[in-house]
Each structure stands twice: as C-alpha cells, then as structure tokens.
C-alpha cells in the first residue's frame, strides 16, 4: 500500500537560511509526487509536483523539491527562508497502480521562519 | 477563472443529525476528491468521483457518503453525526482521473459537532 512519512513535526529556521522539510515515500508502481502549502483557515495549495525526468524540480514561490529514487525520498528545499513561508507544508503521493487513483498525504510538517 | 468552492464554509450540528456540504469544482475539472482534516489524524482520503462514478474510497464507515452530479458538482453526506466528526471537510478537484495533475482544493468545510 501507499504510504507517505514526513518525520518532522515542525522545522524551524530563521528567515534567509535554507530550508528542507523531509519526506519519504512508498509506493508499488511509479511515484507520483506533490508537495502542498496550507495557511492557516484555508485550504491546501500545489507548490509542485515529479511524474518523470530531471531529480530536481522547481515550483512555486521559489520552492524545489529532489526526487531521489534510492532513498525513496522527495525533500522539499528552499535556498533563502522568508517569513511569510511559515506554514503548513504536506508531501503527498498519487499512486496509479492498485487498481485506481487516490492522493496520499502525509501527516504534514509546520515550518516556522523567524525574522 | 473560478477556483473550487465549497458550501457551507461553517456549520455547526448535533449528534445523530446529518449533514450535506456541497463542492463546485473549477470549470472544465471533472474529478473531484474529498478529504477530512483534523489535527490528530491529519488529512484522511474519502473519496474520489469522476464522470458520476466513485473511482476510489477511504476507510470511513457508511455514514460517510457522496455523489457527482453531470455538471461535475459533487456533495457528500454524513449522517448520524458523531462528536469525533468534527473536522474540516477539504473538497478538490483535478481534470481528469486518470491523469497525473495536481489537485485544487477549495477552502473547506468547518464541521463541529456538538
């Protein structure tokens, strides 16, 4: 079955450090994979997302994310943190192969960017 | 271009009543998907419709169920509420089903049962 784990409840770091929020995956077939941001009373929004191709992928408001296929892992990275990042981030993975589609998140991890 | 709009935002209700929110996904969407949020057990899978079909279903009891009308316009129903069914209701919706698209979720539906 699909699983995602983000390890972290929370990370912390102060406002232009680089930031990483950790996530791991499983998945039988091949991984689809998201990361979303949620601020507080809203709902969730995509930041980006790998089906195929390069390791690294760039989204939203400056936000990349590796994909990294040994380790099974898909870490969301940042190079200079802002406060307005403080949020609630989810790593999510929509898996294709048990005989329909459903998107798994995971438990999500609170980032908190101090000035 | 309209995002997904989820009604009522806010409601509050009584144990053993029911309950029906409604979700109007992005125009031209036709899957639409609906999660419970809550603190403790975080952002569960209910269930997934695409062309009027539920595609794929959570682990959540009967009293959890729901519908897609022809214009992509979903609702779900829980019935017999229960105090731990106090939870934001997320509703999303993608284009298709079969595809790889990321989800755009509506701002949701506060429940709390009192």
């Known amino acids: 079955a699909q699983s995602v784990a983000q390890p972290e409840d929370q990370v912390n770091v102060a406002e232009g450090n680089p930031l990483t929020v950790k996530c791991t995956y499983s998945?039988?077939?091949?991984?689809?994979l998201f990361w979303y941001v949620q601020y507080p009373n809203r709902g969730l929004q995509f930041l980006l997302k790998?089906?195929?191709?390069?390791?690294l992928v760039k989204g939203s408001y400056g936000f990349e994310a590796e994909f990294n296929k040994s380790q099974t892992s898909f870490h969301l990275k940042k190079p200079s943190a802002l406060v307005s990042d403080s949020a609630l981030y989810f790593c999510a993975v929509r898996d294709g192969v048990s005989g329909g589609f459903k998107t798994i998140f995971g438990a999500g991890t609170r980032l908190f960017v101090k000035a | 271009k309209a995002g997904v709009t989820q009604t009522p935002r806010y409601l509050i209700k009584t144990r053993g009543q029911q309950v029906t929110l409604s979700c109007s996904p992005i125009s031209g969407h036709r899957s639409v998907s609906w999660y419970q949020q809550t603190p403790g057990q975080g952002l569960q899978f209910l269930f997934e419709y695409f062309s009027e079909t539920q595609r794929n279903k959570g682990n959540f009891p009967g009293r959890f169920s729901g519908r897609q009308f022809s214009n992509s316009r979903s609702e779900m129903n829980v019935s017999t509420l229960e105090l731990g069914d106090s939870a934001l209701y997320l509703c999303?919706?993608?284009?298709?089903?079969?595809?790889?698209?990321?989800?755009?979720f509506g701002e949701g539906s506060r429940l709390t049962v009192l």
């Open positions: 998945v039988s077939g091949n991984p689809y």
């Open positions: 790998y089906i195929t191709g390069d390791n």
């Open positions: 999303a919706s993608s284009l298709g089903y079969m595809n790889t698209g990321e989800l755009f």
